[in-house]
């Protein structure tokens, strides 16, 4: 299977390839819509290789139009091939119309919807609205959906998941399941973040052999990434490294009741490379507290003093895993805040900092969307129906590199794109995750990756790493543990 590009682009976006791509281009629309249908229908075969009966609902756009194409493709490959068609087909126009005609041309009856069921079938292919939506799916459209996710049937999407907002991966209303989609021209943001995921299925991709001009007219301001990009950072170490090379991390956590999460993050520090690492926590469990991973050094600080001397054997403070809200916690985040060093901030701190809020430029903050909310004041649906808007508004009014946490986490700096990883799974839906990535982070960025750099390959790292531990052994029950011996093979790759 191809593998997807990098550049990610908003429904308007798209909208403009394709408007060069027929006008100056020189790619008609016919064209480009017989290349849609074609790559759509190539990837039905070849993902349901037994896949005999096929039901095209088609909306009255161009997305129809694909459909209709991917119908004839259908017939002609002696499959048995129905069309339910959803609006008034008295609109149809153009291009689409003319799929049309010519499907008609080979005795296919296009039904009005509603007239004959959506099963039984071995394939259902959502030609309905594609990224020509506007506004909430309403009428019509809204029942196909419905009728489209109660069938039980495997879903095959062209372009976009119908009634799924392109550009915040948000339902509009309601939005089709699809086992599959192929996206045309270019990758839609929506597709791998918000509920995107959960709408799109497994996506694939076909660029309709546009001129490559097509694509120096959008500059993306999302970019995806993911490990295969770039584990090339990841380079041979010198054959007379020491520990003194690879720098020191301190983590600042594990308030009583809570000491599993500096833990975690002390680890992952260590697997990522991070040459020493050392826990600054409560006094009363520093003793025991690295029983199970003796190279950790941990400590116990209850002062300023004690404080001072760890922060100056280190390159970086990551804190908040376990950290709590206590007075103890606010002595602590005041302390690092203070140090001069970069942070990574996380968890409590961060909520900490929701209190008093600062901006600065040498920092990772690392929220999940209940946090980001916190930080923005804003609720958390927000945040989750506009993940783009609410990452920028963090890294405006914080600075430094943010990465909103989630399916498609995002990492913003202070300049354009934006970055998200396209790799995890809800396996990671579980405790400790998030103290793990503050441990990866932290530990690149003690072996002098830049704050960029670090989030970066920390999100990737993380992301991969839980990808590996669930396809091994499944993604319910996966536990943040469970990644570390996964990230100390990525972070050497072959």
């Given at each position: 299977?191809?593998?997807l590009?990098?550049?990610l682009?908003r429904?308007e976006?798209?909208?403009?390839?394709?408007?060069?791509?027929?006008h100056t281009?020189?790619v008609?629309?016919?064209?480009?819509m017989?290349?849609?249908?074609?790559?759509?229908f190539?990837?039905?075969?070849r993902?349901?290789i037994?896949?005999?009966?096929?039901?095209?609902v088609?909306?009255i756009?161009n997305?129809?139009g694909?459909g209709?194409v991917l119908?004839?493709?259908a017939?002609e490959a002696d499959l048995?091939?129905r069309?339910?068609?959803v609006g008034?087909i008295n609109r149809?126009?153009?291009d689409?119309?003319?799929?049309l005609?010519?499907?008609?041309?080979?005795d296919?009856r296009?039904?009005p919807?509603?007239?004959?069921?959506?099963?039984p079938?071995?394939?259902?292919v959502?030609?309905?609205?594609?990224?020509g939506?506007?506004?909430?799916?309403?009428?019509q459209?809204?029942q196909?959906?419905?009728?489209?996710n109660?069938s039980?049937?495997?879903?095959l999407?062209?372009d976009?998941?119908s009634?799924?907002?392109?550009?915040s991966?948000m339902?509009?209303?309601?939005?089709v399941?699809a086992h599959?989609?192929v996206?045309?021209l270019?990758?839609?943001?929506?597709?791998?973040?918000?509920?995107?995921?959960?709408?799109?299925?497994?996506?694939?991709?076909?660029?309709?052999n546009?001129?490559?001009a097509?694509?120096?007219?959008?500059i993306?301001?999302v970019?995806?990434?993911?490990?295969?990009?770039?584990?090339s950072?990841?380079?041979?170490?010198?054959?007379?490294?020491h520990?003194?090379?690879?720098?020191r991390?301190?983590?600042?956590?594990?308030?009583?009741g809570?000491t599993?999460a500096?833990?975690?993050?002390?680890?992952a520090a260590?697997r990522?490379?991070?040459g020493?690492v050392?826990?600054a926590?409560?006094?009363a469990?520093a003793?025991?507290l690295?029983?199970t991973?003796p190279e950790?050094m941990?400590?116990?600080?209850?002062?300023?003093?004690?404080?001072?001397?760890?922060?100056e054997?280190?390159?970086v403070?990551?804190?908040g895993?376990g950290l709590?809200?206590?007075?103890w916690?606010?002595?602590?985040?005041?302390?690092?805040?203070e140090?001069?060093?970069?942070l990574v901030?996380?968890?409590?701190?961060?909520n900490?900092?929701?209190q008093?809020?600062?901006l600065?430029?040498?920092?990772v903050?690392?929220?999940?969307e209940?946090?980001?909310?916190?930080l923005?004041g804003?609720?958390s649906?927000?945040?989750?129906?506009?993940?783009f808007?609410?990452v920028?508004a963090?890294?405006?009014?914080?600075g430094?590199?943010?990465?909103?946490?989630?399916a498609?986490?995002?990492?913003?700096?202070a300049?354009?794109?934006?970055w998200?990883?396209s790799?995890?799974n809800?396996?990671?839906?579980?405790?400790g995750?998030?103290?793990?990535?503050?441990?990866t982070i932290?530990g690149?960025?003690?072996?002098?990756?830049?704050l960029l750099?670090a989030a970066?390959?920390?999100?990737?790292l993380?992301?991969?790493?839980a990808?590996?531990?669930?396809?091994?052994?499944?993604?319910?029950g996966?536990?943040a543990?469970d990644?570390?011996?996964w990230?100390?093979?990525?972070?050497?790759p072959?």
């Open positions: 299977m191809p593998t590009p990098y550049s682009y429904g976006q798209i909208r403009a390839l394709d408007h060069y791509a027929i281009g020189g008609s629309g016919t064209v480009l017989e290349r849609a249908g074609s790559a759509a190539n990837e039905l075969r993902r349901w037994k896949a005999t009966r096929i039901i095209v088609c909306g756009g997305n129809g694909d209709f119908a004839r493709l017939k048995d091939v069309v339910v068609q008034d149809l126009h153009g689409s119309l003319a799929a005609q010519r499907l008609q041309n080979l296919v296009v039904e919807f509603g007239s004959i069921p959506l099963i079938c071995d394939v259902l959502d030609a309905l609205l594609g990224t939506l506007k506004g909430e799916v309403r009428g459209a809204a196909a959906i419905a009728v489209i109660q039980g049937q495997a879903v999407a062209l976009m998941p009634g799924l907002d392109a550009d991966g339902p509009r209303g309601l939005a399941h599959c989609t996206s045309f270019g990758l839609k943001r929506g597709l791998f973040t918000g509920d995107g995921p959960n709408y799109s299925g497994s996506v694939v991709f076909h660029d309709l546009v001129p490559d097509t694509y120096q007219q959008q993306p301001q970019e995806r990434i993911d490990y295969a990009r770039f584990k950072l990841l380079k041979p170490r010198a054959r007379q490294a520990k003194g090379y690879f720098g991390v301190l983590i600042i956590g594990g308030e009583q809570f599993g500096a833990r975690l993050a002390g680890e260590l990522c490379g991070a020493l050392s826990l926590t409560r006094h469990h003793a025991v690295n029983a991973r950790l941990v400590h116990g600080v209850e002062d300023d003093k004690a404080f001072q001397t760890l922060a054997r280190a390159s403070i990551a804190i895993p709590g809200q206590g007075p916690a606010k002595q602590l985040f005041d302390l690092a805040m140090s001069g060093l970069p901030v996380d968890a409590d701190a961060l900490l900092l929701a008093q809020p600062s600065r430029s040498q920092w903050l690392t929220p999940h209940g946090e980001a909310a916190r923005l804003r609720a649906h927000e945040v989750h129906e506009d993940r808007d609410a920028m963090l890294q405006k009014n914080f430094g590199v943010v990465v909103l946490k989630g498609g986490s995002l990492i913003a700096s300049d354009l794109p934006l998200l990883c790799e995890g809800p396996g990671m839906a579980s405790g995750m998030g103290d793990v990535l503050t441990g932290a690149l960025i003690a072996q002098k990756f830049d750099a970066q390959l920390g999100v990737v993380h992301a991969a790493a990808d590996a531990a669930a396809k091994a052994a499944g993604e319910r996966l536990l543990s990644l570390m011996s990230l100390r093979r990525l972070i050497n072959a």
